[in-house]
């Protein structure tokens, strides 16, 4: 790729200054199968082993790295590498990528790897740890052998209790733990476990998102259950989601976005990038970047990033931007001003909800309620109002 090619340097360019972005994402689309309910882009890593494109995907991102660092503060506050399972990538890859990225971090920066149970061991943590990564993402889904069977997920027996064990060898300071909840076939027995289960570990952060049914999942789930288990397995999350943050919140975590909690002082600071609106940069297959006005998404899959297809260029206006921080602001506990998104907002839809008690005011910030965060998707939908 050259350089007069890639969104970021015509951003660079038109300032004729670095824009000190301090957020990095990078995304390594890899994982050894492919889980029936995953709508992230990943890809199955055997035929990559294979061809050696592993190698060449490893490089690319680098360069591409090297193409976009005018853009980048130093040292970055953030640091995020996401997949797709990064540790599923032999050490020697993943060591040649970390060591790069690991020069963009200081002492105080979060650096955070995800990885799937199966690939944690004690050598693995000791590879991310000589590389400065702070913080680890582990997506254990559920700890029951029928909960992974829903999903499609092929984690071996007794992996998520040997991650832990690793985790706990280690020392991590600095992790997380993912659960996936209303998945077919889960009972309250089974909610509750996989709620205690993911407490006794002590993660200092858990996250709990809801099934997300893409169209794969969807067709999968009809022919092996039936018509009527999506609809069942959607009323038994709107009926206990109220659950889960009881559950947890009286364990010590404090729900600070709709779908993540954390001990107090370790909550996510790229999510939070995020979601209040900062610049981000991403590399990557289907790696998006916000800087400014522009935003830029690599193609999707691993063979057209190779052959270095054009990214995805749009231009955003205030409204869109406005709307974008009304949209991801309002799931934090936070909130957000008003006045920044205020026009991003149905102001009759708005009056509604704060009368439902679904959204509070005060101090000329707007957050969801405890309520409104539990039915989020649906109190945003009524409440914004699309920039077009």
């Known amino acids: 790729m050259e350089a007069t090619d890639h969104p970021g340097l015509c951003v660079a360019a038109s300032s004729g200054a670095p824009h000190g972005v301090t957020h990095l994402y990078v995304h390594l689309p890899f994982c050894r199968t492919r889980c029936g309910y995953c709508d992230f882009t990943s890809e199955v890593i055997g035929p990559h082993l294979r061809s ?12 591409e790295l090297d193409l976009v660092e005018p853009l980048l503060s130093r040292p970055l506050e953030t640091v995020y590498v996401g997949g797709g399972t990064p540790t599923a990538l032999p050490r020697h890859l993943l060591d040649d990528l970390l060591a790069h990225l690991g020069g963009l971090v200081g002492p105080h920066s979060e650096f955070t790897v995800e990885a799937n149970p199966e690939t944690v061991d004690d050598v693995t943590l000791e590879l991310l740890r ?10 254990v889904q559920s700890f029951l052998p029928s909960g992974l069977a829903a999903l499609g997920r092929r984690t071996p027996p007794g992996a998520a209790a040997r991650a832990l064990d690793a985790i706990g060898r280690a020392g991590w300071e600095e992790w997380s733990l993912d659960l996936v909840f209303g998945m077919p076939g889960q009972d309250l027995p089974a909610l509750e476990y996989d709620l205690r289960a993911a407490v006794a570990a002590r993660p200092p952060h858990i996250s709990v998102y809801d099934l997300t049914y893409t169209n794969r999942f969807a067709r999968r789930l009809e022919s ?4 009527s288990a999506r609809q069942a397995a959607e009323e ?90 009304a949209m991801l602001g309002l799931r934090m506990a936070e909130g957000v001003p008003e006045e920044i998104v205020g026009d991003a907002l149905d102001a ?17 910030t707007l957050r969801l309620s405890p309520r409104g965060l539990d039915l989020g998707n649906a109190v945003l939908a009524a409440i914004l109002r699309s920039p077009e």
């Open 52 to 63: 050696g494109s592993l190698a060449v995907y490893v490089d690319a991102v680098r360069r």
């Open 348 to 364: 009759e839809e708005l009056r509604r909800c704060i009368e439902l008690g679904l959204v509070q005011r005060c101090c000329a």
């Open 224 to 227: 092996l259950r039936g018509p």
């Open 130 to 139: 000589s590389h400065r990564v702070t913080r680890l993402s582990l997506g």
């Open 236 to 325: 038994f999350s709107e009926a206990h989601y109220s659950l889960v943050t009881d559950r947890l919140c009286a364990s010590g975590y404090r729900r600070y976005e709709v779908s993540t909690y954390a001990l107090p002082g370790h909550e996510s600071r790229h999510n939070l990038g995020y979601w209040r609106g900062e610049d981000y940069l991403g590399l990557g297959a289907a790696s998006v970047s916000t800087v400014g006005g522009m935003r830029w998404t690599q193609p999707g899959s691993v063979a057209s990033y190779l052959a270095e297809a054009p990214a995805e260029v749009e231009m955003l206006g205030p409204a869109v931007r406005r709307f974008e921080r």
